[in-house]
């Protein structure tokens, strides 16, 4: 159900949100925090579509403040969403014209649930001090996209990093939380040596390479660089040398299945899809505390990371990342090795019927089973 409330105030939207739970009894009552989203108004629908999908799993009322126009007279519209158009939560879209596009904060406060916790998030063209905003600072956690920020990535991710606040994030970093997830578990296996040098191969347009860098930097406390591949493609690799050897774990362009590669061990495919914005948020909605290691790897990491003008294809042919081309061949003899085994195993376990079975012998060996059972129940 939708009800829009045109040229409205916050008290009016207030009053029809409890006459509608009174009405149709539709609207969950254990929501857990209020998610506050400030947005454009062009990319208000693709983020109320994210902020949907993500409440299904944390229940929470959605304020969404949509910044307009801020030309002409003073204006509010309001929007409502319950039921089956706002998932397992209730949203409330505000769209402020003319003067009162400046005072989100003003229109918003009334509208939050009381005593529970409240997330911003920016999905678009974040605050250069999140926790400085006028809505920002009302929340307990601030949630950043330096993907889709104006500006380098690494310019944008340094101006957060000098405004840090215990309570921000970034989307970006959830984007990395399988690849950090694969290469400790990696690491959590013997040979326990240390990591002497680690190289990133990243998009020069992707946060999340630069981010997953200042990790490994914070983390490893060795050399940790960066090559450029092109522009779209995100995290490519990431190479862990080692005294034995290298830690290789490779995900081709626009692929969701890595290789993993580590001496003394054979050779893995292991599941890294592209995760989406709404599993990003769902993550970030998570946990309300400060994210302890996201300040590390971007206030102290990122700044120990040596961004090279070295391309892919250039650190590949110095020996200093590993080969996408080798990984996707090596991803598709897996596959195919995979499926000629089970092939073979469904052949072994197939009875095969002898030669001298006939339909006589069959006939006979049927008629003594039943013999024998009858036997039993007399």
């Keep these: 159900m939708i009800v829009d409330l045109p040229n409205t105030t916050t008290a009016a939207v ?129 949630i950043t996209d330096s993907a889709r920020t104006e500006g380098a990535p690494r310019t944008v991710l340094k101006r957060l990093a000098t405004a840090y606040s215990p309570g921000d994030t970034d989307l970006a970093w959830s984007r990395v939380t399988h690849w950090r997830a694969l290469l400790a578990a990696a690491l959590d296996q013997p040979p326990y040596e240390p990591v002497t040098e680690a190289v990133v191969v990243a998009a020069p347009d992707s946060p999340s390479g630069h981010l997953l860098a200042g990790w490994l930097a914070a983390r490893l406390r060795c050399p940790t660089s960066i090559a450029r591949s092109r522009a779209g493609t995100g995290v490519i690799s990431v190479r862990l040398a080692r005294a034995s050897g290298t830690v290789d774990l490779v995900r081709p362009e626009d692929g969701n299945t890595s290789v993993l590669s580590q001496p003394g061990q054979p050779e893995r495919t292991l599941a890294l899809p592209h995760r989406s914005d709404a599993e990003c948020l769902a993550d970030e909605l998570r946990r309300l505390d400060p994210d302890e290691v996201y300040a590390e790897s971007l206030a102290t990491g990122l700044a120990t990371v040596s961004a090279t003008s070295r391309t892919a294809s250039e650190a590949v042919r110095a020996g200093l990342a590993p080969s996408p081309a080798e990984a996707l061949a090596t991803t598709t003899r897996l596959r195919r090795s995979a499926r000629a085994l089970g092939s073979s195993a469904v052949v072994d376990k197939m009875p095969m019927p002898s030669e001298a079975a006939s339909s006589e012998s069959v006939k006979e060996a049927a008629a003594a089973r039943l013999a024998e059972v009858k036997e039993r129940r007399s």
Excluded: F
Excluded at 62 to 70: A, D, E, P
């Design 14 to 142: 207030s009053k029809r949100l409890v006459q509608l739970r009174a009405d149709t009894g539709a609207m969950a009552l254990s929501r857990v925090l209020t998610l506050v989203v400030v947005v454009t108004d062009d990319a208000a629908e693709d983020a109320i579509e994210v902020a949907n999908d993500a409440s299904r799993q944390h229940p929470c009322r959605i304020i969404v403040v949509v910044t307009g126009n801020r030309r002409g007279a003073a204006r509010l519209d309001g929007q409502i969403r319950v039921g089956g158009d706002a998932g397992a939560s209730e949203i409330v879209v505000l769209r402020l014209y003319g003067p009162l596009a400046t005072h989100g904060k003003s229109v918003a406060t009334p509208l939050l649930l009381a005593d529970s916790p409240i997330v911003v998030w920016w999905p678009k063209d974040a605050p250069k001090a999140p926790s400085a905003d006028p809505i920002g600072a009302m929340g307990q956690r601030r």
